[in-house]
């Protein structure tokens, strides 16, 4: 414990400063979001997370956003563990058959005003299992989606850019 | 050799099949081959369907040899295995679920990955069937003051989907019910037909967090059976990145499991120094995960010029970050209250179930397939494989701290000892049907897959068989008696793959 404060006094933090929007989209998505999202809302967003058929991937790139070089919370952006309690649903995965009815439940659970991003490829477009029997391919075929954050996985940087971009920060 | 070999031998052996056999077996040395499994003979190592047949890999433990024996299915039917042998149960329901044929007298004909969603059923047949949608049945329950929970498929965290069914009384975990197959993409139904290159990149993502095991399992089995081997700098390179890929996962899941016994000290810098190894490995190879860097034949990226000090950097960084946080682990009475006794794995199931990876290895199954049947580079380099037999939680989090120290040491040589030379070789055209198998050590345990190419070097069947089916049947045995609220840190402790065993 005595080394832990120590190195917390004269180390300083690992947290590094947050990347810009700079992408087209993301603008236009932030600058449709500051109204409703803002009035509404406030400086921050409850995130949902769910896997409709990720190999895992983005999971681990979505967990790394919480890790001390990341640090979501900074931001007013937190992960919750109920759609009740969700203003975005983060969706990873091509959307499996098998798991089409639980997104769209978990949806139906979560409150207005909501916003649905597809991270990873898989949830874009269905990535490399577009065209499966077992897929549906993409997040889009089975919700409306706000915002796509593409990569296989996205990086959390590349994560964290497009997450703040819903805050119209 | 191998007394497994020899049984295979009255079978008919496929000259096209390396590295080891593959035998044409008949229903009566089929069936004896799962008398011998239940036996403890053997292990299975994996069991899959194909156009009319079925194979099944086994282990010969003492002999450190594989073989295979497949059985051809005339009637679309073939002797179950389950009915002997208990790991072979899930195994046999997916082979129904994808290609039709039944298990003749299997005690478990319930769908496993078919839940009467997909749009055709028995999807990797010759003739694919009209959807069968039927509820499923879980186990009925009976007794006084029983009651159940369902959780899942979503879960309250950010981890892969499935549903857990658990039967309580008060408390205590009477029973627990996995259902799985939420992920199910199809992968296998999309290899089929697909050059290699294509295959290489499914492979990296059938399971995320062991992207290079599955690209280095899939690229030795295609090596295998095209008679090629990577030229020795690639294959050091992969182990490199193997041991980066171990250590990432090891280091993040000790501090998840610590949090999952409420104990987020060790979380927060095991995601940090989790985040170092993933920097290092993007430094080295381009990519955090170190993705699409194994393909058959090499590597398709050198190791950056600057990468080796990174890595070297990250070694130290880990070494001197390590003894602190061993013994806040070790020294923390309120976890070590959490984490000790529970979720106990026992080592005879252990042992009939085959489990690989930590979850063997906490409960004395040594086995580990650098060891047992060594590849390049493990076969140079030097290295214990750490075993305990206390089987809980506290014991999988050793063996896993254990295996981080390994992994560093392995990492110096790699880094010290690299050979140079070139990155890969060119991929000959077969033109004949080949076939080839490997066997590979992840993180979790080892990683199978079974390859055949058509003459022109595509891929004609494909099956990937993740350490978890073997694991996940134990975790419904390891959390009999303890309370529900230990079942997050019991399957953190298991970290059993969702994405790996549903394809
Ligand atoms: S985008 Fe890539 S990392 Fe994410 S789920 Fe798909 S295959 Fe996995």
């Known amino acids: 414990m005595r080394t832990l404060l120590l190195d917390a006094l004269l180390k300083g933090p690992l947290t590094e400063p947050a990347p810009a929007a700079d992408d087209a989209e993301l603008m236009a998505l932030a600058a449709q979001l500051e109204g409703a999202a803002r009035r509404r809302l406030g400086r921050g967003l409850a995130i949902r997370q769910v896997d409709a058929g990720s190999c895992n991937g983005c999971e681990l790139e979505i967990h790394a956003l919480s890790n001390a070089y990341y640090d979501l919370e900074r931001f007013g952006l937190r992960f919750v563990a109920s759609p009740r309690h969700a203003d975005v649903l983060l969706v990873t995965g091509p959307v499996t058959a098998n798991m089409r009815e639980a997104l769209l439940r978990t949806h139906a659970a979560t409150p207005g005003p909501k916003w649905v991003v597809a991270a990873g490829s898989c949830a874009c477009d269905g990535g490399m299992f577009a065209g499966s029997y077992a897929c549906a391919g993409g997040v889009e075929a089975v919700l409306p989606v706000d915002l796509r954050i593409p990569g296989c996985p996205p990086s959390p940087a590349t994560l964290l850019k497009g997450l703040i971009a819903l805050l119209g920060r | ?334 976890l070590q209250d959490r984490t000790a006794g529970t979720g106990f794995a026992r080592p005879d199931l252990v042992a009939r179930f085959g489990c690989g990876g930590f979850v063997g290895r906490a409960s004395g199954r040594g086995f580990d397939a650098r060891r047992v049947l060594p590849y390049a580079p493990y076969d140079a380099l030097t290295f214990a494989v750490p075993v305990l037999d206390g089987g809980d939680v506290n014991a999988r989090v050793w063996v896993r701290i254990k295996e981080v120290e390994q992994s560093l040491g392995l990492v110096t040589q790699m880094l010290d000892r690299m050979p140079e030379g070139p990155l890969g070789v060119d991929l000959p055209v077969p033109g004949a049907p080949c076939e080839g198998l490997a066997l590979v050590e992840g993180f979790r345990g080892d990683v199978l897959a079974f390859v055949r190419l058509d003459a022109e070097g595509r891929i004609a069947r494909c099956h990937l068989r993740d350490p978890s089916w073997f694991q996940w049947p134990v975790l419904e045995a390891a959390i009999e008696g303890n309370i529900i609220a230990d079942f997050p840190l019991c399957n953190k402790s298991f970290n059993c793959a969702y994405a790996g065993v549903d394809l």
């Open chain 2, 1 to 334: 050799m191998p007394a497994l070999f020899n049984v295979l031998a009255s079978g008919r052996i496929r000259p096209d099949h390396r590295p080891w056999l593959r035998a044409e077996v008949d229903a009566a040395l089929w069936c004896a081959l799962a008398q011998q499994l239940a036996e403890g003979r053997w292990t299975l190592l994996g069991l899959w369907g194909d156009a009319g047949a079925v194979h099944m890999a086994l282990l010969d433990a003492t002999g450190g040899a594989v073989g295979v024996a497949s059985l051809a299915c005339a009637d679309g039917t073939f002797p179950s295995v389950g009915r002997l042998h208990a790991p072979a149960q899930r195994l046999e329901r997916t082979i129904t679920d994808l290609f039709g044929l039944t298990p003749v007298d299997a005690p478990d004909t319930r769908p496993w990955l078919d839940h009467g969603r997909w749009p055709v059923s028995r999807p990797l047949a010759a003739r694919p069937g009209a959807p069968e949608a039927a509820p499923y049945a879980f186990l009925p329950v009976e007794g006084e003051g029983l009651h159940e929970v369902a959780v899942g498929p979503v879960h309250a965290g950010i981890i892969e989907p499935g549903h857990f069914r658990f039967t309580a009384n008060g408390e205590a975990v009477v029973r627990l019910e996995e259902r799985l197959g939420y992920v199910h993409r199809g992968v296998e139904g999309l290899m089929a037909g697909a050059s290699v290159a294509q295959g290489a990149a499914l492979a990296g993502r059938v399971c995320g967090d062991s992207t290079v095991a599955y690209a280095l399992a899939f690229a030795r089995a295609v090596e295998a059976a095209l008679g090629v081997a990577a030229p020795e700098r690639a294959q050091w390179l992969r182990g490199l990145m193997a041991e980066l890929e171990r250590l990432a996962n090891h280091i993040g899941d000790i501090g998840a499991v610590c949090n999952d016994a409420a104990f987020p000290r060790l979380l927060a810098p095991c995601a940090v120094l989790r985040e170092q190894v993933l920097r290092a490995a993007e430094a080295g190879f381009g990519q955090r995960m170190m993705k699409d860097r194994i393909v058959p034949g090499g590597v398709t990226a050198d190791l950056a010029p600057a990468g080796a000090a990174r890595i070297r950097a990250l070694v130290s960084t880990a070494r001197a970050a390590l003894p602190e946080l061993i013994s806040i682990y070790d020294g923390t009475a309120s």
